[in-house]
C-alpha cells in the first residue's frame, strides 16, 4: 500500500520511468507554484493512501449489505463508514457517497427529481452558474428547460426579487442553488421559502462551500434542501468525487438514480478516501483550518482591493474571490497569463457586470500549506506587481518558488 505520494513515484520509476518522471514533475510544480484555483485543494497523506490501495481493484456495484459482486463484505464496511460519517458531520438523514464526481451527484439529484423536459430555476452561467445547471453543452441544458437568475450587476449578490419573480412565473419543478464563483453565503432559508411558495424541490449545489460547512465556517443547506449535491475535494480536502445528501424520504430514489440510472460499480478507493477525509474533517483542527481559510481569503481580498482591482461583491464570506483587474491596465485573461508566468496558477470567470473576463480564486490550498495573513498580503502585492507588468517576470517566479518553498504541501 501506498505510504507517500514519493514512495509511490519510487515504485513507478522502477517499472515506467517515463510515467514516473510526470508524478515526480507535477509534484514539484504543485510544491513550487501558488495553488489558486478556488476548486483545488492538497489531499492528506492518508487520503492518498486509500486511493493507492488495493480497494481500487474492488467491483462493487449496489450498495452495502445488496451487491451484485462477491467478496465486498470489508469494502462494504468501508463504505458504511463513509456513509455514517457524512450524515454526521453534515447532519443528513441520508447520504451517497458513490458519484463518481459533482457533475455526477447533479445528474443523479435531477434523475431523481425530474422527468426531461421539467423547468428548472438555477443562477445563470455568466453569473456563476454551473455547466450542470443548464448549459447548453451539458446534458442538463439538453434535457430540461433552465430559466436562469442572475445577480445585481451593480452589487454582484444573488439577486432574490428575480428569484422569487421567476419563480413565481416559470412554476419550476426545481430550483437550483449553488455557484462556481459565488463568494458570498447563500441564504437557503429564502430559497427553501421560494421553492414552497411554487411547490418546488429545492437542490442546493454545494459543492464548493461544503468543506467550509463541514468546519461550520459556513451555513449548511441540509436542513433547507431536499437533495444537497457536493463535492469531496475541493475545501473538504478529500479524493476527487461527489456525494449526496438528504432526508430519509428521498433515500431510495437517490440511491437508484446513483446506482443503477447513471453510473455502474462504485470506486471502493475513492470511498475508503471519502470516509477518510469525513474522519479529519469532524476534527477540531478541520474546523480551525476552514476558519483560517476565510480569514485568509478576506485579508487576500482586502490586499487585492487595496491594490486597485474590483473585488465582486467587495469581500468575501468564503475560500473564494472573484475580481476584476482592469483598473491595472490588464483583462482577467491576460492577467491570467501573467500570473501563470509567475507560478501563481489560478482561474477566469465572467463578471456580474459587462463582457469582460475577471480572475477567480481561492485560498484553500494555501491554507493547507499553512499560510498566514503574513503571506496573503505578500502574495496580493505580488500579484498586483505582475498584473500590471511592473515586476520582473523571473524576479516574480524565484520569489513565488522562495514563498512556496518555505510552505511544503507535502513536507519530508
Ligand atoms: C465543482 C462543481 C461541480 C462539479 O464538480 P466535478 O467534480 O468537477 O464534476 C458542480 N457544481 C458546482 C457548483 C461546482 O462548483
Known sequence: MSVSPVLEADVLRRQDPELAEILLGERERQASTLQMIAAENFTSPAVLAALGSPLANKYAEGYPGARHHGGCEIVDVAERIAVDR????FGAEHANVQSHSGSSAVLAAYAALLRPGDTVLALGLPYGGHLTHGSPANFSGRWFDFVPYGVDAETGLLDHDQVRTLARNHRPKAIVCGSIAYPRHIDYAFFREVADEVGAYLIADAAHPIGLVAGRAAPNPVPYADIVCATTHKVLRGPRGGMILCGSELAERVDRAVFPFTQGGAQMHTIAAKAVAFGEAARPAFTAYAHQVVANARLLAAGLAD?????????????????????LGVDGRTGRGRLAAAGIV???CALPHGDARGLRLGTAALTTQGMGEKEM??????????????????RAREE?????????????
Open 86 to 89: 457524512a450524515k454526521t458531520l
Open 307 to 327: 491594490e486597485g482591482l474590483v473585488v465582486t461583491t467587495g469581500g468575501t464570506d468564503t475560500h473564494l474571490i472573484t475580481a476584476d483587474p482592469a483598473p
Open 346 to 348: 489560478l482561474d477566469c
Open 377 to 394: 498580503a505578500h502574495i496580493a502585492a505580488l500579484m498586483a506587481g505582475v498584473l500590471r507588468g511592473e515586476a520582473d517576470a523571473v
Open 400 to 412: 513565488v518558488r522562495e514563498l512556496a518553498g518555505g510552505f511544503p504541501p507535502y513536507p519530508g
